[in-house]
């Protein structure tokens, strides 16, 4: 018997995902950002709670920068966006896909209560589309 298709966003996103602390250096970040192959991750608090958000575009170059200038690489929290599009753990496969025909990030934060509880990326609802067609 086929498994049911998904439909809503707890249904595909990553529980154990790849997260930051304002306090991490801009290096720690794009060595995990290559571990983990992502495009951008969220930078939360002590106690999980969404903080802001931060891709590989927004250290790209104050990286390059500190290391053609042999300093330090700043912290997240001094590159970091503070305002994050998230989503809940409920929302619908199929109006979180239409978001994202207007709205450009690659990863969103899953949130419960303000709390990151995982991430869903672009691919994740390009996939489970696919399999809501074989359906």
Sequence with gaps: ??????????????????????NTSVTTLAEGLALHRLPGVPVVDSHDHLI????????????????????EPPLVRELMRH?????????????????????????????EQERLVGIVTRRDVLTAILRMRRA
Excluded: H, W
């Design 52 to 71: 802001g958000f931060i891709s590989e575009q927004d250290v790209l170059g104050k990286l390059l920068e500190s290391a053609y200038l042999n300093e």
């Design 83 to 111: 305002e994050v599009l998230s989503v809940t753990p409920n929302k619908s496969i199929t109006d979180l896909a239409q978001e994202m025909l207007g709205s450009k990030p690659k990863v969103y934060p899953v949130t």
């Design 1 to 22: 018997m086929p498994s049911k298709a998904p439909t809503i966003v707890r249904d595909i996103m990553s529980r154990d995902c790849y997260r930051v602390t304002a």
